[in-house]
């Protein structure tokens, strides 16, 4: 089922047509006909279509259902009969004097598949992989070759680079968030030589100045696990700043699982602490007095 | 009972009532959208004379809708005269007039006088009731509508419930400003017993003084009621409250003790309080003394009004004192926030003061007892270092604007007996005073406490503490009897009555000078060797005329360091006497090589060519201990300061003997300071200060200055790499002294300028190259305030533009160094976009770095970008910083 559009497809299916249509057309002439209706063609032309795709279809369930994938004559034999055509009249029809020859249609730009950029020998398949499977991707896909360039030792060399790369970054970066944003200048006449981006006020301010950034965050936790520091709270930094999800059941939930584990982890004995801020909150009396 | 002196007035309360049980504060609708808050309060009031029929109470901006007496309607007139002070009064607009008529509205309501903004007529049904001495309740509702001082509300402006936004609310204010959010009797020193209830959305907690009781539902369970009991009698100066989403963190090491902050920052939280237990059991063992409270509560909030706030058993931080394991130079910072706040538990909020003329005893008791604290946990090179800055700042204040006095004794009222008429303003209230002048009367405060415990010991300093906390106590737990709780109200008679009974000591002279009367002293001095008396020849002048100044006549203590030693002597200062003889113990010059003792006891090896040949001292000092409330101006050779510096080990000599070391540019002076600057066992702040001293005397010196710039090898000695000097090693916090003098070292190195009084080429390429190689990757801590230094290092290195004919600033005629700055902030300035820094400390810097070449015209002088930085919605410090940079368009 293709839509509208000159695919290979396409054309594929116009041509096929068109040789169905001379062969509806012959078939005509030589019933008699003179002269036929377009639309008349057509009709027929789309039963014939119909039938030989139903004896192909057909023809493939059977070869399928015998576990093999080329389907053999018999196959096409057995269709026909199921499909309540006398095959034994075949071979006369085919021989009879009257009948016309179609020449073949003129090849015309014999459709290649386009050929992808390959790279090297495809593997052939091992022996135990059967032939139907697909091929080998192009090696190039999942061959690696390891380099084995000199690493950079020198320190100096090492460090320069380390720190032009992360300047270049910095800048391309900032000159980006610049470019595509509001900026400020400090020269009224020039904004794209130091284009600063734009001051906007937070909606909470503190956020962003206290909590240590995604970065940090990430620093932190490598340069603990190497030193082996006693910092285990710091696992729990949230590491996005939204406060969408925070609402009032999963702000207590939280804080009662926070406050559980600290007990837990700090006193050995695991008594509960008797805080009145743990205390669950009271279901209100019948009537309490104003 | 109660001990009298002239003029000091023991505890009468002024009303003709008293509290006895006691209060109840409930507020039952809180409205964060229209910031508006409805409640009653209940007091519980008995009549100590016949006929009361009025009542007079403290309201500030609540609107009062009902009042009742056993509930019985009564009248009431509301007048708050501090809303017009000059009553549109055209004829005197000056500052002397509004002063007087405001300290007369402030009066007019004072409750300290029996006065109030709110007055309730007894209903004449009760009239026989009151006779009869009986008990009053007297019940008032009211509400608050946007106050604009005493309760404050943040509200984020974003989508969500107030509970998701954040939305909360605290008290605050100046002194005692309880009367803005209740109607109460607004005093320090009239004591009750409180119940408070607070209404709040179910996500929110209610945070107050006392012991929570319960938390109960209301009946659509949509809301909650904190109940709190406070059995403590307090002040309701001292009553508090803060509401919002608060997260919640039971002190692991005193489970009494909660901590409460705002929603995400638990972690934080966590880190920051973590150290508090160890503050508590300070104070607990100096003072032999239990915290008074049943439980204590931390509460971290946006939009602080001050960043510490004491009330009875709970205090109100600023939100920005919370930091992660990862920030050093917050850390002091805070945990001295933190030290502040649990002193003023003891004094301040347990025991309260009789009268706002007694305010100095607290604050210098708790100001004392932090200052202990600082001690025992920074060292005493710190705590040395504090004492200094504090007289330094107080004495600069004094001398310019004349005298704090301590405690203030007033007369009938009358124009001639003020006895602050060098102020522009009255210091009768509490409310009147400037709030510098505030800041440096505490400062002042301590200040005496310690020259009490000069005078005394620190050993009786503390038992007299613990005997004012131990009555306290005891009056505390009595149920009923109004008149012993007064023994929890601390006087300046109490006070030196208890310190004499305890020390057996006079400390009258002690405390005229420096308590009753007010000003510093200011001495200069300078002396002679006499060689063939062997005698020191000091001169001691004093200038006692100036503002601010006062006349100083006792002893005062001389150390002299000479080649035999360190030794002190004891001068008396007197009326006339401005020479004092004070004999040598060494003989001018040395025969043998011998060490030099010091005065703790070190014996070093001195190289004594710089010195006289006809001397044999090394260096004198003028009241080593600080033990008067004094600057001293005090001449002698530049060498002796040398020797000061090199060899004197109190950190306050060092630092004097750097400051004198600015006017002695010489090889000398520099090899001194080098050495000091080298030294790690040198207090890092000393060496710190040897920095900018080291950059003056090199600019002082710049036409003889011989080899590279100063401080630069020794920075890339201690701070770079082995095998290449010109990049920093990667950086590595863990010793802070390093840090904090790898923080200062390119901050000063920028102030040196060449012949051309410009920052050498060198110095700058130096800082930029800090810049670029910085590696914060491995470090355990961030680097934000190191790199905000280097910032403030760039700016340090601008000097004026060079304009031809006033032509306008454009990037054509740029220079090019600048070119190079600009480059770097912008850099920085954009990636605290992306990844802001702790505080946002390099926005900080870089606005100050970009007002700084505004000023210096070579960037056009536009506030556009600054007042886009001040603007609502930033971090405080960035709109500080804005603001101070809008400000300076002015200057």
């Known amino acids: 089922g293709s839509k509208h559009a000159t695919t290979p497809a396409d054309n594929y299916y116009l041509a096929r047509r068109r040789t169905l249509q001379v062969v509806v057309s012959s078939l005509l002439t030589e019933a008699g006909f003179e002269s036929a209706e377009k639309a008349a063609v057509e009709t027929l032309t789309e039963m014939l279509q119909s039938y030989i795709s139903e004896i192909g279809r057909s023809a493939k369930a059977y070869c399928e259902h015998t576990a093999r994938t080329q389907p053999t004559l018999s196959d096409i034999v057995v269709t026909l009969v199921e499909m309540g055509f006398n095959v034994e009249t075949l071979p006369a029809y085919a021989k009879r004097s009257q009948r016309m020859v179609i020449t073949a249609p003129p090849v015309t730009n014999q459709p290649v598949t386009p050929k992808a950029l390959t790279a090297g020998q495809n593997k052939p398949h091992p022996s135990h992989i059967p032939g139907h499977f697909p091929e080998f991707p192009d090696p190039h896909t999942y061959i690696k070759t390891p380099t084995y360039r000199e690493p950079v030792s020198d320190y100096q060399v090492l460090r320069e680079k380390a720190a032009s790369q992360r300047r270049d970054v910095e800048r391309a970066l900032t000159r980006f968030m610049a470019k595509t944003g509001e900026t400020q200048s400090l020269f009224k006449d020039d904004v794209s030589t130091f284009p600063l981006i734009a001051a906007r006020p937070f909606t909470v301010p503190y956020l962003t100045a206290l909590l240590p950034s995604e970065l940090e965050m990430q620093q932190m936790e490598e340069t603990d696990s190497s030193e082996q520091d006693d910092q285990p709270d710091t696992e729990n930094l949230p590491l996005h700043m939204s406060t969408d999800d925070s609402g009032p059941e999963k702000e207590n939930a939280s804080v009662l699982q926070q406050n559980t584990s600290l007990s837990g982890s700090r006193n050995g004995e695991d008594n509960v602490i008797d805080n009145p801020y743990l205390r669950p909150v009271k279901k209100p009396k019948i009537r309490r007095k104003k | ?891």
């Open chain 2, 1 to 891: 009972r109660m001990n009298r002196k002239k003029g000091d007035k023991g505890f009468e309360s002024p009303r003709p009532y008293k509290f006895t049980t006691h209060q109840v504060v409930c507020i039952n609708n809180i409205n964060f959208q229209r910031k508006s808050v409805v409640g009653y309060v209940e007091l519980t009031i008995f009549p100590t004379v016949a006929n009361l029929n009025r009542i007079k109470l403290n309201s500030k901006q609540c609107r009062i809708y009902r009042v009742r007496v056993n509930d019985l309607e009564a009248a009431f007139i509301y007048n708050d005269p501090t809303l017009e002070v000059c009553h549109h009064e055209s004829k005197q607009r000056n500052l002397n007039y509004f002063s007087n008529a405001y300290a007369a509205a402030v009066s007019a309501v004072d409750p300290d006088a029996g006065n109030g903004e709110l007055c309730i007529k007894v209903p004449s049904e009760l009239w026989k009731h009151v006779d009869e001495l009986k008990v009053l309740k007297v019940h008032i509702n009211f509400s608050l509508d946007q106050p604009k001082g005493g309760l404050h509300f943040v509200v984020p402006n974003m989508e969500g419930s107030m509970a998701e936004r954040g939305a909360h609310v605290f008290s605050c204010g100046y002194q005692n400003s309880t009367r803005f959010w209740f109607p109460c009797v607004d005093s320090y020193s009239e004591l009750c017993t409180w119940k408070l209830e607070y209404t709040v959305d179910a996500a929110m907690v209610a945070v107050s003084n006392g012991d929570l009781v319960e938390t109960v539902y209301t009946h659509d369970m949509r809301k909650k009621t904190f109940h709190y009991m406070l059995t403590i009698p307090t002040a309701a100066s001292n009553i508090s409250l803060a509401i919002g989403p608060f997260e919640i963190l039971v002190d692991p090491y005193m489970h009494e003790v909660t901590h409460f902050c705002l929603p995400q920052l638990l972690p934080l939280l966590k880190h920051t309080t973590s150290y508090l237990h160890e503050v508590f059991e300070f104070y607990e063992e100096i003072l032999t003394c239990r915290y008074p409270y049943s439980c204590f509560k931390t509460v971290f909030i946006d939009e602080a009004y001050v960043e510490v706030a004491a009330y009875a058993s709970m205090s109100i931080f600023s939100t920005n004192l919370l930091h992660s394991a990862m920030i050093i130079d917050e850390t002091p910072l805070t945990r001295r926030c933190l030290a502040q706040a649990l002193a003023q538990q003891f004094f301040g909020c347990f025991i309260s003061r009789m009268s706002w003329s007694d305010e100095w005893v607290l604050k210098g008791i708790s100001g004392y007892i932090y200052g202990l604290w600082m001690k025992k946990t920074f060292g005493v090179n710190e705590y040395r270092h504090w004492i200094k800055q504090e007289l330094d700042q107080i004495v600069a204040y004094e001398l310019k604007t004349g005298g704090v006095l301590l405690h203030p004794i007033f007369g009938g009222g009358k124009e001639k007996d003020n006895p602050a008429s060098h102020l522009h303003f009255s210091i009768k209230h509490p409310h009147t005073l400037s709030w510098e002048y505030y800041t440096m009367f505490q400062c002042k405060a301590h200040l005496v406490m310690r020259l009490i415990e000069n005078r005394i010991s620190m050993e009786f300093m503390l038992q007299v503490f613990n005997k004012l906390l131990s009555l306290a106590s005891t009056a505390s737990s009595q149920k009923f009897q109004s008149h012993m709780w007064s023994q929890m109200l601390v006087s300046t008679s109490g006070f030196l009555k208890s310190i004499s009974n305890v020390s057996g000591k006079d400390i009258q002279p002690l405390i005229k000078q420096w308590v009753d009367q007010s000003g510093v002293v200011k001495f200069y001095g300078s002396f002679a060797f006499n060689r063939k008396r062997n005698v020191l020849e000091l001169e001691i002048k004093q200038d006692y005329t100036s503002p601010g100044t006062q006349k100083y006549v006792g002893p005062l203590k001389v150390t002299v360091q000479e080649l035999d030693g360190s030794f002190n002597h004891t001068l008396q200062i007197e009326e006339n006497s401005l020479k004092h003889d004070i004999p040598c113990h060494s003989k001018s010059r040395r025969n043998k090589k011998k060490k030099i003792p010091l005065m703790n006891g070190e014996e070093v090896d001195m190289d004594l060519s710089a010195m006289d040949a006809d001397s044999p001292l090394l260096w004198i000092r003028i009241d080593p201990d600080m033990s008067v409330l004094r600057k001293v101006e005090f001449e002698q050779s530049d060498f002796m300061w040398q020797y000061q510096l090199r060899y004197e080990r109190d950190v306050v000599a060092q630092e004097e003997a750097i400051l004198a070391l600015e006017k002695f540019p010489t090889p000398a002076s520099r090899l001194a300071l080098t050495d000091i600057l080298e030294q790690e066992q040198c207090f890092y702040r000393v060496r710190m200060m040897a920095c900018f001293c080291l950059a003056k005397i090199a600019n002082s010196m710049v036409s003889t200055w011989t080899g590279p710039p100063a401080m630069k090898s020794l920075f890339t000695r201690m701070f770079c790499c082995k095998t290449c000097p010109n990049i920093v090693k990667t950086n590595n916090f863990m010793n802070f002294q390093s840090y904090f003098l790898q923080k200062t070292m390119p901050v000063a190195m920028a102030l040196l300028r060449d012949v051309h009084n410009l920052c050498p080429k060198e110095v700058l390429m130096f800082i930029l190259d800090l810049i670029k190689y910085n590696d914060n990757r491995k470090n355990k801590f961030s680097d934000n305030y190191y790199r905000a230094e280097l910032i403030d290092a760039l700016a340090n290195s601008v000097t004026p533009a060079v304009s031809v004919n006033n032509e306008v600033r454009t990037l054509d005629n740029l220079n090019p160094d600048v070119r190079l700055i600009l480059e770097e902030i912008t850099r920085f300035l954009n990636m605290e976009k992306l990844l802001p820094s702790y505080r946002h400390t390099i926005t900080v810097s870089c606005l100050k770095a970009i007002r700084v070449l505004q000023k210096n015209g070579h960037v056009p002088s536009d506030p556009s970008l600054f007042k886009s930085y001040a603007e609502y919605g930033h971090f405080i410090d960035v709109r500080i910083a804005a603001l101070e940079a809008v400000v300076d368009y002015t200057k």
